[in-house]
């Protein structure tokens, strides 16, 4: 089980520690409307700006990014990282420091690269996000450095600022199992969480009233692909096979822009690995497990004890352990898996259904 993102390569599943609860917090922050990270702050020790122009740009643009990191901005041949202020609107990307500001169009990026520190300033950094852009027709890349927790918070919002909002086809199901369906492509816009991807704007799912999304804890393949379209023109297609219903099914996802499709191949894969390397030395035990498929397939109002034939006591003691593994929000009720949780209970069906 392979993912991959839009160049081909192979995910990536160098160590890392969990993050189940970080992008939780990223998350509910997200929905609250709090700027992170580092919003209205350029660190716990610099206070010299004040709140309102941390908020707002002279353009009225709303900050949604400000701390302080190390970078290199602009593919400096030198790779001297300085110190300096990140500041992100949903326009641009501004790198200050007291000498210099170096300004990124959002809409000029093409790539985002996190985790991956470039061996030129591997010494200086333990953790990167790289981000690709366009200036004046040359690729230019920027490397930002600093805590993992700032960088894995800030990149989240960048491919968010960078994608939420495009317009992309999607054909789903495009195949279910083997199986190809005869499904036409629908245009949707496309919003990204967390946890999902959605698109909203569209009927895509005729059995739900919500907009429909693709559950990144249920991708289990995803790879670039060329397709014909009616008038002979080649496009891309990011091919997503995710467990669905308990079934492998296979989405594909076109945009007109070729940068866009390879964020999104990119964050697909950051995704992907997160939620798999927090499983990787999580061993599950049979009993445990079938507590998660039963917290997944089940109504909450089931009783998962007598359904399960175990006692409550032996209930509780499986439900505290996968709660202390991440698997689950709650020890009691109401409990919702994880996107770990998640990814374990799709695995398990992807086994069967092969």
Do not use: C
Not at 44 to 58: P, Q, V, Y
Not at 208 to 232: K, M, N, Q, T, Y
Not at 308 to 333: F, K, Q
């Amino acid at each position: 089980m392979t993912a991959t993102d839009s160049d081909g390569d192979e995910a990536n599943e160098d160590g890392g520690g969990r993050r189940s609860q970080l992008l939780e917090k990223f998350t509910s922050r997200a929905a609250n409307g709090e700027a992170a990270p580092g919003a209205g702050r350029a660190s716990e020790t610099d206070a010299s700006s004040t709140s309102a122009e941390k908020r707002n740009t002279g353009s009225g643009e709303s900050i949604v990014v400000d701390f302080v990191a190390n970078f290199v901005a602009g593919g400096d041949a030198t790779f001297d990282p300085v110190k300096g202020r990140v500041l992100m609107s949903g326009r641009r990307l501004v790198l200050a420091t007291s000498r210099t500001k170096t300004t990124i169009p959002i809409t000029s990026i093409f790539d985002i690269a996190v985790g991956q520190v470039p061996q030129e300033v591997e010494e200086f950094f333990d953790y990167t996000v790289m981000v690709g852009y366009v200036e004046d027709d040359y690729r230019r890349t920027t490397v930002i450095g600093g805590e993992r927790e700032t960088i894995e918070k800030f990149s989240l919002l960048l491919f968010r600022a960078t994608l939420n909002g495009s317009t992309a086809l999607v054909t789903h199901p495009a195949k279910v199992g083997g199986r190809v369906m005869d499904t036409s492509a629908q245009k949707t816009g496309l919003q990204l969480d967390y946890e999902s991807v959605t698109f909203p704007g569209s009927d895509i799912d005729a059995d739900s009233d919500a907009p429909f999304s693709i559950d990144l804890a249920s991708v289990i393949f995803f790879e670039v692909i060329e397709r014909s379209d009616e008038d002979g023109d080649s496009r891309l297609v990011l091919s997503v096979q995710h467990v669905e219903n308990g079934q492998t099914v296979t989405s594909e996802i076109s945009m007109t822009s070729r940068r866009k499709m390879n964020i999104l191949g990119r964050y697909l894969r950051l995704i992907y690995h997160w939620i798999k390397s927090d499983v990787r030395d999580v061993d599950v035990e049979e009993p445990e497990l079938e507590v998660l498929v039963g917290l997944y397939s089940t109504p909450e109002d089931i009783d998962l004890a007598s359904l399960l034939d175990i006692g409550a006591a032996e209930l509780d003691a499986r439900l505290a352990s996968l709660y202390e593994d991440d698997l689950i929000t709650a020890e009691e009720p109401p409990i919702d898996l994880t996107p770990q949780g998640r990814f374990i209970v799709n695995e398990e069906f992807e086994d069967v259904n092969v």
